[in-house]
């Protein structure tokens, strides 16, 4: 073990260098291929900084129009995709759905599993980007029981998005602008983390030479867990908690300070923000602006601007630099956009697509690259004979 150097967590250790995303936990600062992410929020649409993750550069108009024209080439999903829905039970997770689902690319676009050429990872991204939304639109049709709607090309991502998850073939669907502005924004700030858990996992998957469709699939695995992106949901099942409890914060707040109980305040605490996290103050900003335009006003608003409140004054949270993060308040813009609280993970997912896309082809493209293959220090019994079953005690 003399050459082991043990970081269990991961917590110092550097997997890899990257030039995708910039982050400073200490000063509160996210950057995207050197870009601002306030900067990105307030003036791109998804599609556009998909585009800057993924090639490394903002686009040039004709650059955009192009990538667009190739998105909606790809929206619609395999008639037998479809068809793979009828089997899911109708309360299974979408997480589980989407997870599978993705994965099933592979199956039917075989040439996704040739690696090494360049013109079909292109196709493979394209198709990914694509289908994505139009799939898990088909996780939360599933779940109500509705007709899967078709995407309509003449329109944007998000646009398409919200039509697919809202839209009936009974009635025009109506777009309101107000809302895919706030899709746009949530989309963004979910776009890329650097390493994260649900990122290293899907460099991990690619360093193997495994396809693009079942790299991204065990990503989805990785994010769904309630520490990582699986915490929106974790979080606003909680601010209802609360809410129930007669908005008593304060007791949440001991009983996450209680080291006898493992309740954790979700949405609070950062493994690299130790400061404040950029996303959160972006998303609380967008939330309080999205409800007044919806003339929403959601008790869970509420509830988490006092308990964001407590957490900030209580010397525990201050001593450990716990911080709203991101799941913190976007639970809150899902749910007046209509959006389900189990489809909330689903939507950290669509998010962070373009940055699972720019490490993975990163990645794939670094000369350096080997495959991963941590060590370990063992901890197990040391050599021992065999014993014959009929004479182990
Ligand atoms: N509530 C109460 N105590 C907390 C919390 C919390 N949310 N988060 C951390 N702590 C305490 C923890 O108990 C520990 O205390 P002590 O030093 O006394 O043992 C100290 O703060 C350090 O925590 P840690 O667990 O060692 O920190 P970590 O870097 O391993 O974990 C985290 C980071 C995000 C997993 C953790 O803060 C957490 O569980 N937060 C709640 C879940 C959550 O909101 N996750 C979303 C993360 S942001 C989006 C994403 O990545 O998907």
């Not at 997480?95 to 090494?116: G, H, R």
């Not at 080291?259 to 950062?270: I, V």
């Not at 014993?387 to 182990?392: G, K, L």
């Amino acid at each position: 073990t003399g050459l082991i150097t043990l970081d269990e967590g991961f917590v110092n250790t550097g997997s890899t260098t990257s030039a995708i995303t910039f982050l400073d936990g200490e000063k509160g600062i996210l950057r995207y291929r050197g870009y601002p992410i306030e900067q990105l929020a307030a003036n791109c649409d998804f599609a556009e900084v998909a585009y800057l993750l993924i090639y490394g550069e903002l686009p040039t108009a004709d650059q955009m129009h192009t990538f667009r024209d190739t998105l909606r080439q790809h929206t619609i999903v395999h008639e037998d995709i479809r068809r793979f829905f009828e089997g899911f039970p109708r309360d299974a997770h979408p997480m589980a759905m989407l997870s599978s689902v993705i994965a099933t690319l592979s199956a039917f676009y075989p040439d996704s599993t040739s690696v090494k050429d360049p013109q079909q990872l292109h196709v493979s991204m394209m198709r990914l980007l694509a289908k994505t939304p139009t799939i898990a639109s088909y996780c939360y049709k599933k779940s109500i029981g509705q007709p899967f709607m078709y995407p309509k090309n003449d329109l944007d991502y998000s646009q398409n998005f919200l039509r697919l998850m809202f839209g009936t073939p009974a009635e025009e669907y109506e777009i309101d602008p107000v809302e895919v502005e706030a899709l746009n924004l949530l989309l963004i700030v979910h776009a890329d983390h650097e390493q994260n858990c649900s990122t290293s996992t899907v460099r991990m998957v690619g360093s193997s030479d495994a396809n693009l469709f079942a790299s991204i699939s065990a990503g989805i695995g990785a994010l769904w867990g309630p520490l990582h992106g699986g915490a929106n949901e974790a979080c606003v099942a909680m601010l209802d908690r609360i809410r129930r409890d007669n908005g008593n914060v304060e007791k949440y707040v001991d009983m996450a300070k209680d080291k006898d109980n493992n309740f954790r305040l979700m949405g609070f605490g950062h493994r690299v923000y130790k400061n404040f996290d950029p996303r959160a103050k972006i998303i609380k900003a967008a939330c309080d602006k999205l409800l007044a335009k919806m003339k929403i006003n959601d008790p869970i608003f509420e509830i988490a601007q006092k308990l964001e409140e407590a957490a900030l004054t209580d010397e525990y949270f201050v001593e450990r630099k716990l911080y709203p993060n991101v799941d913190f308040y976007s639970g809150v813009v899902y749910r007046a956009l209509g959006i389900p609280v189990p489809m909330f993970t689903v939507m950290f997912a669509i998010g962070r697509l373009p940055g699972w896309i720019a490490h993975w082809l990163e990645m794939r493209n670094c000369p350096t690259t080997r495959i991963n293959r941590p060590r370990q220090v063992y901890t197990g019994a040391t050599e021992r004979d065999f014993v014959p079953i009929d004479q182990r005690k």
